[in-house]
Nanobody, 124 residues
Framework: QVQLIESGGGLVQAGASLRLSCAYSGRSLSGSVMAWFRQAPGQEREHVARIGWNSGRTFYADSVSGRFTISRDGSKNMLYLPMDRLDPAHTATYYC?????????????????WGQGTQVTVSA
């Protein structure tokens, strides 16, 4: 059984930074893809960033490229998402997700396991 626990969200002002963390436990991470998604009220869940665990190759949504950086720490089974220059459009619940397979897949239904989410609120 896979468990994902996000942390690091909060209420910040525009221009601030946050770092989200996701603690993973369960099956082997080898061959996996881990990702961050977000969902704003009334919106569909959308891909933010993902990383191939073995390769370290990263992929980003265009809207966050250059501001957010996904990374992993295999020794701690942790996934991170430092977020810089936040603005109110980034307000959402952010979720950590896990799947086995190829890193090019980014559709939410393709991910098998999800955390409970951490709320990020950016005020103007």
């Amino acid at each position: 059984q896979v468990q994902l626990i996000e942390s690091g969200g909060g209420l910040v002002q525009a221009g601030a930074s946050l770092r989200l963390s996701c603690a993973y436990s369960g099956r082997s991470l080898s061959g996996s893809v881990m990702a961050w998604f977000r969902q704003a009220p009334g919106q569909e869940r959308e891909h933010v960033a993902r990383i191939g665990w073995n390769s370290g190759r990263t992929f980003y949504a265009d809207s966050v490229s250059g501001r957010f950086t996904i990374s992993r720490d295999g020794s701690k089974n942790m996934l991170y998402l430092p977020m810089d220059r936040l603005d109110p459009a980034h307000t959402a619940t952010y979720y950590c997700a896990f799947r086995y397979g190829l890193a090019y897949v980014r559709s939410p239904p393709a991910f098998d396991d999800w955390g409970q989410g951490t709320q990020v609120t950016v005020s103007a």
